[in-house]
């Protein structure tokens, strides 16, 4: 069991806290529902298809929103239900993610994407935490959209190809039994941060080795639920994130044993199978780069 030095869901405050894309007004709407025909460009796709009794629907509401809602069971194997848009296809190189405007009901859910490389019964996914009642602005970047395929992620499927997108879903999943509800206002690409109160700037840059701490801090203490409840995947990832992040928004100011540390284990992880032993292998990493930079410290 790991400590109290792990990570939790992948909330939107840590997906901003995370992200590293440039700020530009540049944006494109590529799903509402302003239109009630809309709901005709989506359908649902539940665990019935594998025997399991999982109910997920969807409707445009009155106030032009898609409404994804039903009820997971875990019957017969079963436990997930999703959405998801009818093919057409897309060219959103010219941005780094899509943003989502979403109202949830406190539970985990996906956001899937397909492209031209076929995934049996998969997609490329990214999951995202909701506060129940609220509406959040989700930023997505496609560099953290991982393969998966009947949940599990693929080590040999290439990056997801924003010039050859074919469609967006909702899955929820991870054993999530009982009713849910995710409200869906728009999807948009963009270029742009999640936080509202960052749009007009580039997200800060670390500047101290205390900042770098922190974001390390964050991450670990969100850790430790995902992987003492079972999900050492998305514990994996949030480090890998978390890892990432610190080469590349604070990678000047690391010591350089820190940055060699952090590239190795990120190496390393990327070529393990096992969830645990990657979120093992980043965590260690991570409590090498706060000890190296404590050392760091003026006495």
Request: aromatic share 8%; charged share 20%; with cysteine.
């Amino acid at each position: 069991m790991m400590d109290n030095h792990r990570l939790g869901p992948l909330t939107p405050a840590l997906w901003a806290a995370l992200s590293v894309s440039p700020v530009t007004a540049a944006q494109r709407t590529v799903a509402d529902f302003a239109d009630p025909a809309a709901e005709q460009n989506w359908t649902a796709v539940n665990d019935d298809v594998m025997g399991g009794v999982s109910e997920g629907r969807l409707r445009v509401t009155s106030q032009g929103t898609l409404e994804f809602f039903g009820t997971v069971s875990l019957q017969n194997n079963g436990g997930f239900a999703s959405i998801r848009s009818l093919p057409v296809e897309m060219d959103l190189s010219a941005f780094e993610g899509l943003k989502i405007r979403v109202r949830g009901d406190g539970k985990r859910y996906a956001f899937n994407v397909r492209t031209d490389v076929p995934i049996m019964a998969g997609s490329y996914r990214v999951p995202f935490d909701t506060q129940a009642g609220a509406w959040q602005e989700i930023f997505l970047p496609f560099a953290h959209f991982q393969a998966t395929s009947f949940g599990r992620v693929l080590r040999d499927v290439p990056p997801v190809n924003a010039a050859k997108l074919r469609s967006f879903g909702f899955t929820i999943s991870d054993k999530q039994e009982g009713p849910f509800k995710l409200e869906v206002e728009w999807i948009q690409a963009t270029n742009a941060p999640t936080d509202a109160s960052a749009q007009d700037a580039p997200p800060k840059k670390p500047d101290t080795t205390e900042s770098a701490k922190d974001l390390i801090n964050l991450a670990i203490t969100r850790g430790v639920p995902l992987f003492n409840n079972g999900q050492p995947e998305a514990c994996a990832a949030v480090y890998e994130i978390t890892a990432t992040s610190l080469i590349r928004l604070a990678g000047d100011e690391l010591p350089p044993s820190a940055v060699r540390r952090l590239e190795a284990a990120l190496a390393q992880a990327s070529q393990t199978d096992d969830g645990a032993d990657r979120a093992w292998l980043l965590r260690y990493a991570l409590d090498d780069t706060i000890e190296a930079l404590s050392a760091a410290e003026p006495r």
